[in-house]
C-alpha cells in the first residue's frame, strides 16, 4: 500500500474527504518526526512505539578494498509493536 492508497483507505473508513485525510496524515507524520527529532517516545497504546535508537561510532570494512574504516554515531527512528497490533497480525 502506497501513501495515495492509505490516504484513500483512511477516507472509506473515517468518512473524512480524501483531503482531510491526507492533512490528518501529514499533521501525523509531521508530529512524530517532530517529537522523534526532540528524541521524545511517542506512545500508543495497542498500536506501537516510535522512539530514537542511537547508534554508537564502530570501525567497518570497505568490502571492495578490505580498507578499515570510521562508521560515526547516528541516530536511527526506530517503531516496535505493541500487543494488540501484533496480536491482530498473527490472529
Known sequence: MNKTELIAAM?????LSKKDAEKALKAF???VAEQLKKEDKIQLVGFGT???????????RNPQSGEVM???????????????LKDMVNA
Open 11 to 15: 477516507a472509506e473508513q473515517s468518512g
Open 29 to 31: 507524520t509531521d508530529v
Open 50 to 60: 516510535f522512539e530514537v535508537s542511537k547508534r554508537a561510532a564502530r570501525e567497518g
Open 70 to 84: 570510521n562508521i560515526p554515531a547516528s541516530k536511527a527512528p526506530k517503531f516496535k509493536a505493541g500487543k494488540a
